[in-house]
């Protein structure tokens, strides 16, 4: 070894590596090279293969124990012409697998441009979109317009405010309608028109804009209708106003009385406001906007016939031809020509023919003591105010002539002819009312009264008086509900009803009975203060100053009524009084509170009214009031403290116009 000169690097990396001594050698393969290195860093290619079989012991390779030969001088490594790309990474490759050491060609220039132009074409789509979505966030999405009122970009605050202002002016438009020859006004707060801003602004996209909403906002518009409640139950009553006013009914036959000479009044054919389309068409006019409509009148044809009159003409020449004889037990009494004249008459039956109809009821009233003696009659249990306190008065079971009977017979002799001389049955006659039912129900001190006023002698002042009569007396059992429709019944001429002038959907109209509003306002007072449920009531559309605000009540037969219930353990009397220029109405029971009151707000929401000038035929002068909002809210006390509060109670009053009659018209 000392012998031995310096030992160079091969150019061979394997020259110096012992070969194995097998008679077959090979070197390891080299599957790759980094990219730009070439193979011949391995020497020329005559000298790769020379050392095949080579190695200590095999022919032609060193002698075993002999020192390799010596090395060529080093040569440097080969390298292609163009610099070498750095070497691709390996650390990418799958485990176990071996990194390839071939060389790949250098991708094209595109394919690195390509993802980069992508990412910033992403980039700004999504700038496009978030940038203008920020600044739409929070309002009413741009573009939207609701019945050509843009409200785009606004908060909804704002969007609220400018619909009210443009939209609702716009809303309030009246309604001109044309039935017949007439024409007649109707205002939007008579339809109960109300935008409904919310809901109208509800439908406009809000919050943050979709990608479709912010293109929406930018290049285009959103267009939205408005949304418009209209309270059908006023404009139907507005309706029933106007139909009062138009309204020709079919005249049915029918004959009466003037004395004892019979009158026809033959049927005649009647038009009618159709009151169902009416609606609809007025409606629809102010969701237009308003303007004119013409409403529909349809024809209204009677049942009765020509003939039917005719035929009844002769049969009430007939029944006041000679009196009546009516006999009980050998009693005799005469229903005289002018007693039948002043309770009969011939009224449509419903099939076209007219029948008899007599009230035998009211002709027995100056008769019964003929038959009956006044002591055996039956007396209803009742009671009597004496020294400011209530008394009972029992009932009493009688004897008294069946009227129902007698009717029944009397129609027979009037219709068909026959005997004039009818028998009478007497019996037992139970009270309707009895001791015992009124008996022990606590009727025993004023609870509450009430009374309200009004101007002496106007027609209307016999209605409030007759129905007072009626009532009078009259006693709610314990649990029970009254109601003045249901105990009244329909208010006719034959009861002592008049016509006179009412309010009904914003017109003064005239019909029979008109004016008990006045009545059941001052009855429903009365039950507010003694403590009763309100079960139903419906305030007045327009304020009349007579009235407590917020405590008034409207009256028609038969869909308009009062109904308050006896929700206490006790029997409550109703007491009646009236006079030229006021009406009172007293309950007497047992009291349940110390003191009952009414807390009312101040009015808010004041409208003021509008004044017109007519000179149709009827017409009627109206004064004007002002619309406002109030609310009443009856308070309990008992015992020096509040026991109880009922719900409040919210009454929107609308203006009444001011209508003044000219001309024809007064």
């Known amino acids: 070894m000392r012998d031995a000169g310096p030992i160079e690097s091969p150019t061979d990396p394997f020259a110096s590596v012992p070969m194995p001594t097998s008679s077959v050698s090979r070197k390891p393969r080299i599957e790759g090279l980094p990219p730009g290195v070439s193979r011949d860093i391995f020497g020329p290619p005559d000298r790769q ?396 001190e004023q609870v509450a009264t009430f009374t309200t006023s009004f101007e002496c002698c106007q027609t209307r002042v016999t209605n409030i008086r007759r129905m007072a009569q009626q009532l009078d007396g009259h006693v709610v059992k314990p649990g029970e509900t009254f109601s003045i429709n249901e105990v009244i019944g329909e208010r006719t001429v034959e009861d002592g009803y008049v016509m006179a002038g009412q309010l009904v959907g914003g017109r003064m109209v005239s019909l029979v009975g008109g004016g008990v509003s006045q009545f059941a306002t001052t009855m429903y007072n009365a039950a507010f203060f003694g403590g009763f449920e309100d079960v139903e009531h419906q305030p007045m559309d327009y304020y009349a100053p007579r009235y407590p605000a917020g405590r008034d009540v409207a009256l028609l037969y038969p869909e308009t009524d009062l109904k308050w219930r006896n929700d206490s353990e006790y029997g409550v009397l109703v007491k009646t009084a009236s006079t030229d220029t006021s009406v009172t109405v007293t309950l007497w029971s047992t009291k349940r509170y110390d003191k009952i009151e009414a807390v009312t707000s101040e009015r808010r929401d004041v409208v003021p009214f509008r004044s017109e000038v007519s000179s149709e035929p009827g017409c009627l002068p109206t004064l004007g009031q002002e619309g406002f909002t109030v609310d009443v809210t009856r308070v309990f006390h008992q015992g020096g403290k509040i026991v109880k509060r009922d719900p409040k109670l919210t009454t929107e009053y609308r203006p009444q116009t001011q209508i003044t009659c000219t001309g024809s018209g007064q």
Request: without cysteine.
């Open 49 to 444: 293969d020379t050392r095949q079989g080579q190695g200590p012991g095999a022919p032609g390779g060193p002698a075993a124990g002999s020192l390799p030969p010596v090395t060529p001088p080093a040569q440097p490594w080969p390298m292609k012409e163009k610099e070498p790309a750095p070497p691709a990474p390996v650390f990418g490759s799958r485990p176990g697998e071996r990194p390839s050491l071939s060389g790949d060609p250098e991708p094209p220039r595109r394919r690195r441009v390509l993802p980069g132009l992508a990412l910033l074409v992403v980039v700004l789509a999504a700038l496009a979109y978030v940038v203008p979505a920020v600044f739409m966030s929070g309002s009413v999405l741009r573009g939207t317009r609701v019945a050509e009122v843009d409200i785009g970009g606004l908060t909804v605050t704002q969007a609220a405010d400018k619909l009210r202002d443009e939209l609702g002016a716009r809303l309030s438009r009246p309604v001109t309608v044309e039935i017949g020859d007439k024409k007649d006004t109707v205002q939007a707060d008579e339809a109960g028109l109300e935008l409904d801003v919310v809901g109208t602004i509800g439908q406009a996209p809000s919050g943050f804009p979709s990608p479709v909403e912010v293109w929406r906002g930018l290049t285009g518009t959103t267009e939205l209708q408005p949304k418009i409640n209209i309270d059908s139950s006023q404009l139907a009553r507005t309706v029933d106003g106007l139909a009062e006013v138009v309204d020709k009914p079919a005249v049915e036959g029918r004959v009466t009385f003037a004395g004892l000479e019979p009158k026809a009044r033959r049927p005649a054919d009647g038009v009618v406001l159709d009151r169902e389309d009416a609606v609809r068409r007025i409606g629809d006019t102010f969701l237009r906007g308003g303007g004119n409509v013409v409403l529909t009148l349809r024809p209204a044809k009677p049942v009765t016939t020509p003939e039917a009159v005719e035929a009844a003409m002769t049969k009430a020449r007939q029944a006041v031809a000679a009196p009546l004889t009516l006999t009980a037990s050998g009693r005799q009494a005469q229903v005289t020509p002018a007693m039948i004249a002043a309770n009969l008459a011939f009224v449509p039956d419903g099939d076209g023919t007219l029948v008899a109809q007599f009230d035998a009821k009211a002709a027995l009233a100056g008769l019964e003591s003929t038959l009956v003696d006044a002591a055996q009659q039956p007396r209803d249990a009742t009671y009597q105010i004496v020294n400011d306190a209530p008394v009972l008065v029992p009932s009493r079971t009688g004897r008294g002539v069946n009227d129902k009977l007698l009717a029944r017979d009397a129609e027979k002799v009037f219709d068909a002819g026959g005997a004039r001389v009818v028998p009478v049955r007497l019996g037992t006659v139970e009270p309707a009312v009895t001791t015992q039912q009124i008996r022990g129900l606590g009727v025993k």
